[in-house]
Each structure stands twice: as C-alpha cells, then as structure tokens.
C-alpha cells in the first residue's frame, strides 16, 4: 500500500531563518507530489508541484523552493522564512496510474509558526 | 482567473441532508473532486466527477453539470462527525489543481 511521511509535524521558527521540510512517499513509483499551504481558516494553495526527479513547477513566486532529490522525497525549502509564510504545509501525491490530478493523497502536513 | 467558489459556512441537524455547492471557472477541466477535512487534520478524498451527472459513494453523493459549470456534494443522514471543512477542486492545466476556500459544515444534535 501507499503511504506518505512528512515532518517534522509542527515547527516555530524566528523570521529569517531558513526553513526545510520534507515529504517522503512508500509503495509507489515516480508519483506526481505537490506542496500545498493552508493558511488558517482558508483553502489550500498550490505551491509546487513535481512530475519527476529534478522537474519542479513552481506556483508562487516567492521566498519559497522545492527539489525532488530522489524519486518518492520532496523537499521545500527557504533561505529566509516570512511571518506570512506562517501555515500549515501539506505534501499530497498523486494516486498511482492516474492522468489526471482528481485523486490526491495528503501527508499528515506541517504546522509551521513563524515568530 | 480560475477560480472555485464555495459557501463558507452550513449549518444542519444530525439526521438530516444537506447540499454542498460549487461554482467553477477553470482552464483544463478535468473533473470535479471532493475532500473532507477535520479541524487539525489532512484533506482526504472523498469523490471525484469526471462526467455529468450523480455519483454516489455510500452516504455522500457528488454531482457535477459542466454546461453550467456548478457541481455539489451531498450529504444525507448526517452525523456529527461530519462536521468538518469540505473543499471542491478543479483542474487548471496538466497536473496542476485549485482548490476552493472550502465551507465548514456545522452538524448540530
């Protein structure tokens, strides 16, 4: 079966310092992975999302990176972290053998609180 | 823009239906999907529609009419569990997808 890790689970940081989180995925390969953050109370924004190793298409323009070192690992990082960058981050895969992103799959996510 | 528009709040008695709606206006239309989401935890899918029409999964039923570009979720025999945030999403080209702010649905006994 497939699963997906993320951690760590939550995580206070000072403004600008930098920030790793990662996302790692079993049963599965070569899965379509994206990073979402969920600001409080709203919905979910797509960050990044990756088709394959070293293939990343970013969505938002900001302080924020992503890398796919390894097949089933993701990895979002900043150099420097915002207050707005404050959230809850969740990594999601895409369901084996589909064409299209209908059926995602979410990681447990990242309760990030930056000060 | 691409956008998906939801109502933010449902309140209904445990028990009862209630209907869910969703708006679109999307590039790349793949389909409609549903996910639930309890306070503190993950997104979990819940339905997808690829064509128009009902789709029924149990006690959840999703429906979508891409001429009019809306689609609902239904909920029937509510239970108090269900009080979660439930989201529609769309797709906006290749692999990627929006998602709606989501409506917190409020069971009440």
């Known amino acids: 079966s497939q699963t997906i890790h993320q951690w760590p689970a939550t995580l206070v940081q000072p403004v600008g310092s930098p920030l790793s989180l990662e996302c790692t995925v079993e049963g599965t390969s070569n899965p379509n992975l994206y990073w979402y953050r969920q600001a409080a109370g709203r919905g979910l924004q797509l960050l990044f999302y990756s088709v394959g190793i070293g293939q990343i298409s970013s969505e938002v323009p900001q302080n924020l990176s992503a890398s796919r070192p390894q097949d089933r690992q993701f990895i979002l990082s900043s150099k420097k972290l915002l207050l707005s960058d404050s959230g809850f981050y969740l990594c999601?895969?895409?369901?084996?053998?589909?064409?299209?992103?209908?059926?995602?799959?979410f990681g447990p996510g990242t309760r990030l609180t930056v000060t | 823009g691409q956008s998906l528009e939801q109502p933010s709040e449902v309140t209904a008695v445990e028990g009862a239906i209630v209907q869910i709606n969703c708006t679109y206006q999307t590039s790349g239309f793949y389909g409609l999907s549903w996910y639930q989401q309890h306070d503190g935890g993950a997104p979990t899918f819940l339905s997808y529609?690829?064509?128009?029409g009902l789709e029924e999964t149990g006690r959840f039923s999703s429906f979508l009419s891409r001429s009019d570009s809306y689609g609902y979720l239904l909920l029937q025999e509510l239970q108090m569990k269900d009080s979660a945030s439930y989201f529609c999403a769309g797709g906006a080209g290749g692999f990627k997808t929006i998602f709606g702010a989501g409506t917190r649905l409020f069971v009440k006994a």
């Open positions: 999601a895969y895409l369901k084996e053998g589909q064409g299209s992103p209908y059926e995602q799959y």
């Open positions: 529609n690829a064509l128009d």
